[in-house]
């Protein structure tokens, strides 16, 4: 019957402005590539209104230093090797522990080093270790975190899949397959760090390497051979290598551009400094130096950056930090060319970018560090291999400022009680059009930021209390902005009426004894006026002449709703309003009897069970365990916890069929919940033996999880599963006596999903919340809800009750009586709206008995068949199941004041 109902939400993400770090880059076998980047930081503060592009002739020029790319190890071709998933993922950082001889754990990072989302659902990760060859079935998956998911699903379950794969130095690697539903992705410039375990059987693993796609390229040991002198020449000579054994004389290597041949076997001898003539003694020989340049395969780039439109932004309090980042190598490359600071802002730019290998290439800027009003462009470069540098331009351009401010502090009229500390303030421009509101707090600075220039009015409604008669004209007050500057109009007040107010009578009529009507006055002046309250009999009010106003009226629930009441005033204008009472909701009551909270007597006259008022017309028993097995005469293994013997219990609820009470049994709850290995005979065999009045399905599985909702294909993993329960258990029924009833307590959100009654509507929360189990009983109602004689809807457990017509901030609201529609439009028999009696309130559902009845007069107007109540003994936080049942049998029962104060027994 009780559940708790998981919210799941989305993280929200706050992207700061970070310092671009130095990079290293991995490009197919782990190539490294560093990048020199400079520190950015986003400009502070703004100003100027200077625009345009054009250059002057004499406009300075300053040089920055040139750069230098020669030296690094760059791709040979703009090309990245494919990776199995995504190409934009590369495996960064990797950290291992070895607990124990029987197990290793340890964790890897995923970077996205794209500027796009990058799917995870199929990624191949390969997993090789230096020592020892692994197998798939001694790894385990243990989590990950930074995959994220699109609304609404924000979550969803992540597995691995691992198979032997490649041999790699020898050793069998395993290739790690990520599965993950829900279109799973890593953001853009964002990383997902994977945890996993390893048992090494006691072997020593070594270094353990990851690698996005297939399998990782093997490192082949290098095999010298030798090489005949080359007569002083370079291309084709292996260069020396400190690792690499030289078995025999006559090899010949390069080193630092000299040509050397060994003597005799040598390894880690660096030539340079273990080299002399034949007879020396040395291991190597000089030959001499290589005389063929190597061929050309870089180029450079002559940049000229236009930064003159920027003297007037980067300049005073304003300070300016602007990389220019030069991206190229299909995102391998990247690194800050040269920063636009204060000191060369203003000027053209001019440095020389050399040792650039043959490719594509853009000027970016990061985002952040442009000055507000601000632009970059900058053409693509292409870098061709050779001495002549490709000349590239980039330009800064400044939009004059066109926007300002305007501050105002409102000041808080005297002799008038609001209702609220603010008001709304809109901003009106010269065709009354309202281009701002604000929620203005009396007494404290508000503004309207980045409007354009030009001739406004801060306007709100006027200010009313037709008691006292104390008006405030409507607000208006001319603000002029100005590009560029914030108009301050300092304390703005509301300007008090001083004529035109005359006497008004409002005469009620029908309420009784200190009944009271609440009375909510609009006008077509733009007046706000103060909620006041009236008794029965003439109230003396004071309102605006020739005003035209409108009374809306709202009277306790025992009365028929008023219709509002136009009037125009006029001195000693009489407005009659009669209020008469509404006919008593007609409804039952059903309520869950807890058998493990109820003692043991030795009568069946003093048992609870049979002591239970006659206004709870229907007693469900709860709960007996769908998979029971029934001995005749015993409750053991039925899963229910009477302490009483089996024939007391019988003789109770013969007392409750004596006083025109049903009985039932309620099968499931949150803890029985085995479905699967329903007895439906044994459930039916108990109700036949307790003459019993039929059965209560309280199916609540732990996660429903429908797909195709809020169209007319919706369908859930659990629908063919309950619709067969349903079946089963009414043929079971039957048979044991015809006429028996076959009730389901039903999911607070079971019912949306549909069209009519979606989760969320153009990604809103449309009727709320929405969870695992939204729209479990649209198809089996649909189907075979025919079979069923009635529902209890357990409309609690979902969130902060939220009653119609009302508002709530956070996405957790649910409101009862939206739900019980939702049920009402795809189930035609009787249904029930349940409540809940505190401290039980999962989900924040935390009633109070005036809620309860507010909600049951809701339920009764859209025809619900009465008030389920969870559950009869129920007792804390300063209520009791009574505080909640008497008010409401008093509603279905206005005269019954006797019966109405019988009280349930509680334990």
Same mark, same amino acid.
């Not at 989900?843 to 025809?863: H, K, M």
């Given at each position: 019957?009780?559940?708790?109902?998981?919210?799941?939400?989305? =993280?929200?993400?706050?992207?700061?402005?970070?310092?671009?770090?130095?990079?290293?880059?991995?490009?197919?076998?782990?190539? *490294?590539?560093?990048?020199?980047?400079?520190?950015?930081?986003?400009?502070?503060?703004?100003?100027?209104? %200077?625009?345009?592009?054009?250059?002057?002739?004499?406009?300075?020029?300053?040089?920055?230093?040139?750069?230098?790319?020669?030296?690094?190890?760059?791709?040979?071709?703009?090309?990245?090797?494919?990776?199995?998933?995504?190409?934009?993922?590369?495996?960064?950082?990797?950290?291992?522990?070895?607990?124990?001889?029987?197990?290793?754990?340890?964790?890897?990072?995923?970077?996205?080093?794209?500027? /796009?989302?990058?799917?995870?659902?199929?990624?191949?990760?390969?997993?090789?270790?230096? !020592?020892?060859?692994?197998?798939?079935?001694?790894?385990?998956?243990? %989590?990950?975190?930074?995959?994220?998911?699109?609304?609404?699903?924000?979550?969803?379950?992540?597995?691995?899949?691992?198979?032997?794969?490649?041999?790699?130095?020898?050793?069998?690697?395993?290739?790690?397959?990520?599965?993950?539903?829900?279109?799973?992705?890593?953001?853009?410039?964002?990383?997902?760090?994977?945890?996993?375990?390893?048992?090494?059987?006691? +072997?020593?693993?070594?270094?353990?390497?990851?690698?996005?796609?297939?399998?990782?390229?093997?490192?082949?040991? #290098?095999?010298?051979?030798?090489?005949?002198?080359?007569?002083?020449?370079?291309?084709?000579?292996?260069?020396?290598?400190?690792?690499?054994?030289?078995?025999?004389?006559?090899?010949?290597?390069?080193?630092?551009?000299?040509?050397?041949? &060994?003597?005799?076997?040598?390894?880690?001898? !660096?030539?340079?400094?273990?080299?002399? #003539?034949?007879?020396?003694?040395?291991?190597?020989?000089?030959?001499?130096?290589?005389?063929?340049?190597?061929?050309?395969?870089?180029?450079?780039?002559?940049?000229?950056?236009?930064?003159?439109?920027?003297?007037?932004?980067?300049?005073?309090?304003?300070?300016?930090?602007?990389?220019?980042?030069?991206?190229?190598?299909?995102?391998?490359?990247?690194?800050?060319?040269?920063?636009?600071?204060?000191?060369?802002?203003?000027?053209?730019?001019?440095?020389?970018? @050399?040792?650039?290998?043959?490719?594509?290439?853009?000027?970016?800027?990061?985002?952040?560090?442009?000055?507000?009003?601000?632009?970059?462009?900058?053409?693509?470069?292409?870098?061709?291999?050779?001495?002549?540098?490709?000349?590239?331009?980039?330009?800064?351009?400044?939009? #004059?400022?066109?926007?300002?401010?305007?501050?105002?502090?409102?000041?808080?009229?005297?002799?008038? /009680?609001?209702?609220?500390?603010?008001?709304?303030?809109?901003?009106?421009?010269?065709?009354?059009?309202?281009?701002?509101? !604000?929620?203005?707090?009396?007494?404290?600075?508000?503004?309207?930021?980045?409007?354009?220039?030009?001739?406004? &009015?801060?306007?709100?409604?006027?200010?009313?209390?037709?008691?006292?008669?104390?008006?405030?004209?409507?607000?208006?007050?001319?603000?002029?902005?100005?590009?560029?500057?914030?108009?301050?109009?300092?304390?703005?007040?509301?300007?008090?009426?001083?004529?035109?107010?005359?006497?008004?009578?409002?005469?009620?009529?029908?309420?009784?004894?200190? =009944?009271?009507?609440?009375?909510?006055?609009?006008?077509?002046?733009?007046?706000?006026? &103060?909620?006041?309250?009236?008794?029965?009999? +003439?109230?003396?009010?004071?309102?605006?002449?020739?005003?035209?106003?409108?009374?809306?009226?709202?009277?306790?629930?025992?009365?028929?709703?008023? %219709?509002?009441?136009?009037?125009?005033?006029?001195?000693?204008?009489?407005?009659?309003?009669?209020?008469?009472?509404?006919?008593?909701?007609?409804?039952?009551?059903?309520?869950?009897?807890?058998?493990?909270?109820?003692?043991?007597?030795?009568?069946?006259?003093?048992?609870?069970?049979?002591?239970?008022?006659?206004?709870? &017309?229907?007693?469900?028993?709860?709960?007996?365990?769908? =998979?029971?097995?029934?001995?005749?005469?015993?409750?053991?293994?039925?899963?229910? =916890?009477?302490?009483?013997?089996?024939?007391?219990?019988?003789?109770?609820?013969?007392?409750?069929?004596?006083?025109?009470?049903?009985?039932?049994?309620?099968?499931?709850?949150?803890?029985?919940?085995?479905?699967?290995?329903?007895?439906?005979?044994?459930?039916?065999?108990?109700?036949?033996?307790?003459? *019993?009045?039929?059965?209560?399905?309280?199916?609540?599985?732990?996660?429903?999880?429908?797909?195709?909702?809020?169209?007319?294909?919706?369908?859930?993993?659990?629908?063919?599963?309950?619709?067969?329960?349903?079946?089963?258990?009414?043929?079971?029924?039957?048979?044991?006596?015809?006429?028996?009833?076959?009730?389901?307590?039903?999911?607070?959100?079971?019912?949306?999903?549909?069209?009519?009654?979606? @989760?969320?509507?153009?990604?809103?929360?449309?009727?709320?919340?929405?969870?695992?189990?939204?729209?479990?009983?649209?198809?089996?109602?649909?189907?075979?809800?025919?079979?069923?004689?009635?529902?209890?809807?357990?409309?609690?457990?979902?969130?902060?009750?939220? #009653?119609?017509?009302?508002?709530?901030?956070?996405?957790?609201?649910?409101?009862?009586?939206?739900?019980?529609?939702?049920?009402?439009?795809?189930?035609?028999?009787?249904?029930?709206?349940?409540?809940?009696?505190?401290?039980?309130?999962?989900?924040?559902?935390?009633?109070?008995?005036?809620?309860?009845?507010? *909600?049951?007069?809701?339920?009764?107007?859209?025809?619900?068949?009465?008030?389920?109540?969870?559950?009869?003994?129920?007792?804390?936080?300063?209520?009791?199941?009574?505080?909640?049942?008497?008010?409401?049998?008093?509603?279905?029962?206005?005269?019954? @004041?006797?019966?109405?104060?019988?009280?349930?027994?509680?334990?």
């Amino acid at each position: 019957m009780y559940g708790l109902w998981t919210f799941s939400k989305g =993280d929200g993400y706050m992207k700061t402005h970070q310092n671009i770090r130095l990079n290293w880059m991995k490009i197919k076998k782990l190539l *490294l590539i560093p990048l020199i980047v400079l520190g950015v930081s986003a400009c502070n503060g703004g100003g100027g209104s %200077s625009g345009g592009t054009a250059t002057s002739a004499a406009a300075a020029v300053s040089t920055s230093p040139s750069v230098d790319f020669s030296g690094q190890a760059q791709l040979s071709t703009p090309t990245v090797a494919a990776a199995t998933g995504n190409s934009c993922l590369t495996v960064t950082s990797a950290s291992t522990t070895q607990n124990t001889a029987s197990w290793v754990s340890g964790s890897f990072v995923i970077t996205n080093s794209c500027s /796009t989302t990058a799917s995870v659902n199929g990624l191949q990760i390969s997993m090789a270790a230096a !020592n020892s060859s692994l197998t798939a079935k001694s790894f385990s998956f243990n %989590s990950q975190t930074g995959f994220v998911y699109p609304a609404p699903v924000y979550w969803a379950a992540t597995t691995m899949t691992v198979a032997n794969s490649t041999t790699v130095n020898g050793k069998t690697s395993l290739l790690l397959t990520v599965n993950t539903a829900d279109n799973g992705v890593i953001n853009s410039k964002s990383t997902a760090t994977i945890s996993y375990g390893y048992n090494p059987s006691g +072997q020593s693993l070594g270094t353990i390497t990851f690698n996005i796609g297939n399998s990782p390229s093997p490192t082949p040991t #290098p095999t010298p051979t030798p090489t005949p002198e080359s007569g002083g020449t370079c291309p084709g000579i292996a260069a020396w290598n400190s690792t690499t054994v030289y078995p025999t004389a006559g090899y010949v290597v390069v080193y630092s551009g000299i040509e050397y041949r &060994n003597n005799w076997w040598t390894q880690g001898d !660096n030539p340079a400094t273990k080299s002399g #003539p034949s007879g020396s003694g040395q291991p190597w020989t000089s030959i001499g130096s290589c005389v063929s340049p190597a061929p050309t395969t870089q180029g450079s780039i002559a940049l000229s950056v236009d930064a003159t439109s920027l003297k007037s932004v980067c300049t005073g309090s304003t300070s300016c930090n602007i990389p220019l980042v030069l991206n190229g190598q299909n995102g391998a490359f990247q690194s800050t060319v040269t920063t636009i600071t204060n000191s060369n802002a203003g000027t053209i730019v001019k440095v020389n970018v @050399t040792g650039l290998n043959t490719g594509n290439y853009t000027l970016t800027v990061p985002n952040g560090s442009l000055p507000s009003q601000v632009t970059f462009s900058a053409a693509p470069i292409s870098v061709v291999a050779g001495t002549t540098p490709v000349s590239a331009t980039a330009t800064f351009s400044v939009t #004059p400022i066109s926007t300002g401010n305007v501050n105002y502090t409102l000041v808080q009229p005297s002799g008038i /009680t609001l209702g609220s500390n603010s008001i709304t303030v809109n901003l009106v421009n010269s065709s009354n059009a309202t281009v701002g509101s !604000n929620a203005t707090t009396f007494g404290q600075a508000a503004s309207f930021n980045n409007i354009t220039a030009g001739s406004y &009015n801060l306007t709100s409604y006027g200010l009313a209390d037709a008691k006292t008669g104390v008006y405030y004209s409507p607000l208006k007050q001319a603000a002029t902005i100005t590009a560029g500057a914030a108009t301050n109009l300092g304390n703005v007040n509301f300007t008090k009426v001083s004529s035109g107010i005359v006497p008004v009578i409002l005469s009620v009529t029908g309420l009784q004894g200190n =009944d009271a009507a609440t009375v909510t006055v609009t006008d077509s002046y733009n007046y706000k006026f &103060n909620v006041f309250s009236v008794a029965n009999g +003439q109230t003396s009010l004071n309102m605006l002449n020739n005003d035209n106003v409108v009374f809306n009226i709202s009277v306790p629930t025992k009365y028929k709703t008023v %219709s509002p009441v136009s009037a125009t005033i006029s001195s000693g204008k009489v407005v009659s309003v009669g209020v008469s009472q509404a006919p008593a909701p007609v409804g039952q009551i059903v309520g869950y009897y807890e058998t493990w909270l109820a003692r043991a007597t030795w009568e069946a006259s003093t048992y609870s069970l049979a002591n239970i008022p006659a206004y709870v &017309n229907t007693i469900t028993i709860a709960f007996a365990k769908p =998979d029971a097995v029934y001995t005749s005469g015993s409750f053991s293994g039925t899963g229910l =916890d009477f302490t009483p013997s089996f024939s007391l219990v019988e003789s109770s609820i013969a007392i409750a069929h004596s006083k025109g009470q049903k009985v039932l049994l309620s099968v499931g709850g949150a803890t029985y919940q085995n479905f699967t290995n329903l007895h439906e005979v044994d459930l039916a065999n108990i109700v036949k033996d307790l003459h *019993l009045d039929g059965i209560d399905i309280d199916f609540e599985p732990s996660a429903g999880n429908c797909s195709n909702l809020n169209t007319t294909s919706i369908s859930c993993p659990t629908d063919v599963q309950l619709e067969s329960y349903i079946s089963r258990l009414r043929t079971a029924l039957d048979k044991v006596r015809p006429g028996l009833t076959l009730s389901a307590a039903v999911w607070s959100i079971g019912a949306y999903g549909t069209p009519t009654y979606p @989760t969320t509507q153009n990604g809103i929360v449309k009727y709320g919340p929405v969870g695992a189990n939204s729209g479990i009983w649209v198809n089996p109602l649909k189907n075979v809800g025919s079979k069923l004689d009635e529902l209890f809807l357990m409309s609690y457990d979902a969130g902060v009750y939220t #009653p119609t017509g009302t508002t709530c901030s956070s996405y957790a609201c649910y409101d009862p009586s939206a739900a019980l529609s939702a049920y009402k439009a795809i189930y035609s028999g009787p249904i029930y709206q349940g409540i809940e009696v505190p401290p039980e309130a999962w989900g924040g559902n935390v009633l109070t008995p005036t809620n309860a009845v507010n *909600l049951a007069t809701t339920a009764a107007s859209l025809g619900a068949a009465g008030t389920m109540i969870w559950a009869l003994e129920v007792q804390g936080n300063g209520y009791t199941s009574n505080s909640f049942l008497q008010p409401i049998c008093l509603l279905y029962n206005p005269s019954a @004041t006797s019966l109405c104060s019988q009280l349930v027994p509680l334990n």
